[in-house]
C-alpha cells in the first residue's frame, strides 16, 4: 500500500474529504499521512497550524502537518514538497473552497494532475454537503 500520503489542504469542504478519505485509507495500511497547506497570506500560520491539527484528529496516527509559503506558486510548492517527503500518492479535493457546487476540476487540481510524477487521486465532492464525510464507511460496515 501507500507508506506516504501527501494531502495538500485549503480548509474547503473538497480539501477537508481529501483528509477523511486519507485517513480511511490509510488506516488499515498504516501508512505515514503529511497534511500541507501553502500559505498565500503571510501572518496566518497559527490558524492554519491549528486548523489542520484539528483535521488530522481523523487520522489513526497523528499526521504530520506543514505550513510552506508559496514562493513559486501553489502548484510547483505542492509538487516540491511531495518530491521531498518521497510521497507514494496525493490525495487532492476536486477543487477549492470558493464555489462548492462547482463540478469541474479547480486550476490548482489541474496544475498538479498535469505536472506531477508521484501517482494523484482525486477525492470526488460530496453528494450531500450535511453529510458527515465518512458515513459512507460507516454504512458500508453496517452492512
Not at 88 to 95: C, F, I, R
Not at 105 to 119: F, H, K
Amino acid at each position: 500500500m501507500f507508506r506516504h500520503v501527501l494531502v495538500p489542504v485549503d480548509f474547503g469542504p473538497c480539501s477537508v474529504r481529501a483528509i477523511a478519505q486519507t485517513c480511511e485509507l490509510t488506516r488499515w495500511s498504516g501508512g505515514q499521512v503529511t497534511l500541507l497547506h501553502v500559505l498565500e497570506q503571510e501572518g496566518k500560520e497559527t490558524l492554519a497550524q491549528q486548523q489542520l491539527t484539528a483535521l488530522g484528529r481523523w487520522c489513526r496516527r497523528p499526521p504530520s502537518v506543514l505550513i510552506v509559503p508559496a514562493h513559486a506558486g501553489v502548484v510547483a510548492t505542492i509538487l516540491r514538497v511531495a518530491e521531498r517527503l518521497h510521497a507514494d500518492l496525493l490525495v487532492l479535493g476536486a477543487h477549492g473552497r470558493h464555489d462548492p457546487g462547482r463540478r469541474a476540476l479547480g486550476r490548482v487540481t489541474c496544475g498538479v494532475l498535469l505536472s506531477a510524477r508521484t501517482p494523484v487521486q482525486i477525492s470526488p465532492q460530496m453528494t450531500d454537503p450535511a453529510a458527515h464525510p465518512l458515513e459512507r464507511w460507516h454504512a458500508v460496515g453496517r452492512l
